[in-house]
């Protein structure tokens, strides 16, 4: 069948033009009405078939670079989870605002609002990445606003009664000083693991004016960078004479495993380590909240042991 062939004029006074062939005139016409469009957006005809999903792969495998190995890893299953398979073979150029809230409204039934608005944040970001690039002229995620979700999971923090039961439960063991510092200062797991004694100052200076009390200083945490997880986590706290006394306790029993593994002690600082010294890792916070009998001095109190310890950090009182 013969081929139609039509030219369009860029624009008066211009003397390029767009050349687009087809089998019937309305073919023709159509494929040069987007050769205009890419042409006046500034873009590659080419590059009109790119899609969302070479976009979102692209941010996911170049955009996320330093960031927290937990965060890439929750970003990549969001995104090939959710985002992928409704929009993943969208060509960018033609992904408009009204596609994404209509993607997004059919997700509101079944995620949080937090996770849809990180898959907008996701989009966007991968949008961006696209458009620096010369792949796409704007980015319609920036029109669009993430839904309110479904409610979000019960909250799994202690109550008074079981916070007060865990700390007395948890003396005389070598998890005492960390739930206590958990529990009354609010202290991540991953801050905790990343404290070393010189962050911590157990005297104070009641002498000085104004006086100044014992205090812990969570300025560093073991995710990428050693950052907290903001700016704004980073602060320095006062503390209780209960964390206090635990804390000296701890000192105590510390030096003297330090002393038993004598050349095998690995000078960290840190305030709570693994036997020789070395920085804790979640696994092995867990395994010391589930010791001696099952899940050992959580398995007596009126709480949920197991969930406890595979949270393995505590809401502050």
């Not at 409204?105 to 937090?114: H, P, R, V």
């Not at 696209?130 to 796409?136: G, M, N, P, T």
């Not at 100044?212 to 503390?239: D, F, H, M, N, Y």
């Not at 916070?285 to 505590?314: E, H, N, S």
């Amino acid at each position: 069948m013969d081929r139609c062939c039509l030219a369009g004029l860029c624009r008066q006074r211009e003397t390029s033009h767009d050349v687009v062939t087809g089998r019937t005139k309305t073919e023709a016409k159509n494929k040069l009405r987007e050769a205009q469009r890419a042409r006046d957006a500034r873009l590659p005809v080419g590059r009109r078939n790119y899609t969302v999903r070479q976009a979102v792969e692209s941010w996911l495998e170049h955009g996320l670079a330093g960031r927290d190995r937990s965060t890439v890893t929750n970003r990549t299953i969001l995104a090939r989870k959710h985002l992928l398979p409704a929009l993943g073979s969208r060509r960018l150029t033609e992904l408009t605002a009204d596609d994404v809230d209509r993607w997004l409204a059919a997700e509101s039934g079944q995620l949080s609002t937090d996770t849809l608005a990180k898959l907008l944040s996701i989009l966007r970001q991968s949008i961006r990445r696209a458009q620096a690039r010369d792949l796409v002229q704007r980015n319609v995620a920036l029109l669009c606003e993430a839904p309110k979700g479904t409610r979000g999971r019960p909250s799994k923090s202690l109550s008074l009664e079981q916070a007060s039961r865990l700390l007395v439960a948890a003396e005389g063991t070598p998890m005492h000083a960390y739930v206590v510092v958990s529990l009354l200062t609010g202290a991540r797991t991953e801050e905790l693991r990343a404290l070393t004694w010189s962050h911590l100052d157990l005297e104070g200076d009641t002498k000085a004016i104004p006086p100044r009390p014992a205090s812990i200083q969570l300025w560093r945490s073991v995710r990428a960078g050693e950052e907290t997880k903001t700016k704004r986590s980073r602060r320095t706290l006062e503390l209780p004479a209960l964390c206090v006394d635990a804390l000296r306790e701890h000192r105590h029993h510390q030096l003297a495993q330090r002393i038993r593994m004598g050349e095998r002690w690995v000078d960290n600082d840190l305030v709570f380590a693994t036997r020789y010294g070395t920085e804790l890792d979640a696994a092995k916070v867990r395994r010391a909240l589930r010791a001696d009998g099952g899940c050992g001095w959580l398995g007596g109190l009126a709480v949920d042991a197991p969930r406890v310890a595979a949270q393995f950090c505590f809401a502050a009182l």
